[in-house]
Every structure is written in C-alpha cells, then in structure tokens.
C-alpha cells in the first residue's frame, strides 16, 4: 500500500527561540497529517474521526532541527499496526529533502456519546489493516517513575488548549511539559530564560515519549508538572515526567524525554540534577 503524503505548511510563530520549528510544535505537524488521512479516506474513516478518537501514546525521535524557509514539511504516514480497538500510525518527517524525525501514534476509537472507549467496528479495522506498513523500529524508553522529590511546576490551562471533544488537546501535553523543563534547566543548568540570551550553548531534544492516562479538562486552579531526572550521561540527560493534580495526586499522563548538550556536564550541573534524582 502506498504510503499517505501530507505537506505540512510551516508557520513563522512555529519557530522557537534558536530559530528552529519547536519540537512541541511537530506534534501539530503529526495531529495535521493524521487528521487529513482520516477525513480524506472512505466514509468510514470520516465517521471514526467524528464519533471520536483518543490519543492514547505518541513516540517522537527528533533526527534534525526544521528552519524556516517557506517551504513545507513534508510527512508519510501510514499504519503500523492495528488491534480490536486500537491503531498505530508511523510517520517520517522531512524538509529540504532531509529526514528531520521519526514518530508513532497509537489512537483508540472512543464513543462520545457514551464517554467510554469501543471496539474498532470490522469495517474501520479493515481499512486500517489495508494500509498496514513496516516502518523503522524506534527505541524502547524505559518508563521511570519522577522519584519522591521531583521538581514541581504548576501549569495553567488556558481555554484555548482545548479541542473539538472539549479536552486539552493532546498536542498540548508536550507544551506543558516543556514549560517545566525549562523551568527545571534554568534552576540546575544555568539554562537563559531571557530569549535575547538563547543563542548560547543549546540543548536539543533527541527523543520523546508520552501516555495519555485520562483526559484533562479546564478549570481555574493550576495542575502541576513533576519532572525528575531519570539518567545522567557525559552529554545527555532522560527526564521522568507527569503530568497530575497536586491536590489528588491523579496522573493524567507521563513522559520521558532525552536531551542532549554540544558539551559535557559540568560536576555542578550534575550535583543539582541529582537533587531530583528518581532513584
């Protein structure tokens, strides 16, 4: 089966503070592609999406960093595995005839009427099976819980973070967790939160997981984002992360994420990090 091309136009506001397509943004990238091969599909799969689909995971390998220069990214889709009620979509990403990524969603068919997830109906699974594809494997990220002393940020909904179904959408949870990443970066690495300084030193973002445990909906008081840090390498560091309400203790979601530095940890950065060990 051929795979699904979608040609994704690229926003100057996508860019980041080093000039590159933030890597919370490809996740709209891959939310674009995946909707457009669902709506432009057999009936049955426009119904899918219109009864309701839930993101239950996404995987995302950054391979290299997307600027801008008008042109659009560019994504194959196609699916990488299909069960009784769940689907995995695989993608490349690239741009300027480069692989820039690698990613896979796995959807659940869910009712919206009944707010319960449902089996896939005979007729959706042999559209999905009829697209199956084998796509390069990614890695395991073994999931760590964030430890008894992780960093905590809380984080602010705001309403226009929400979707068609009346949740936060889930392109969002990578928002969220990045904004306390940063906050946890500039505590333990002497990260720039001014972005007239940002073009120093830069870490990158090679590799991040994320599981969708219940959705999240609006309200006034601020959720919060635990991060602990998981892995320490000569250049790299794994964060655990979740998403919860500090109130209850409930997870909506959890993450990993590996970033990498051009230069080795200093003994300092080390010994801060490992205030939030999870070990």
Known sequence: MTRFHYSCPMRWGDLDAQGHVNNAVLL?????????FLLT?????HQLLATGVLVASHQVEYLAPIHY???????ELW?????????????????????????????VAY???????????????AEF?????????????????????????????????LDSYGHVN????????????LALMAEALGFPTDSSRAGGEVWVIARQDLEYLRPLDFRLPPYEV????????????????????????TVYATARTVLVSPSPLTDDQRATLARYATG
């Open 28 to 36: 709209e990238y891959l939310q674009e592609a995946r909707v457009e």
């Open 41 to 45: 599909g057999p009936p049955v799969m």
């Open 69 to 75: 220069d008008g042109a659009p990214v560019e994504l």
């Open 79 to 107: 699916v990488e595995s299909v069960g009784g009620s769940r689907f995995e979509i695989g993608y490349d990403i690239s741009h300027a005839h480069r692989l820039t990524g690698r990613a896979r969603t796995v959807g």
């Open 111 to 125: 009712d919206l009427t009944r707010a319960s997830l449902r089996r896939l109906l005979p007729e959706e699974r």
């Open 129 to 161: 099976a009829a697209r199956l594809e084998t796509g390069v494997a990614l890695r395991r990220l073994p999931k760590v819980s964030v430890g008894k002393h992780p960093h905590r940020f809380p984080i602010r909904v705001r309403w226009s973070d």
């Open 170 to 181: 889930n392109v969002k949870f990578y928002d969220y967790a990045q904004e306390a990443r």
């Open 226 to 249: 635990a991060t602990g840090v998981a892995q320490v390498g000569t250049r790299s560091i794994t964060l655990s992360v979740e998403l919860r309400d500090p109130a209850t203790d």
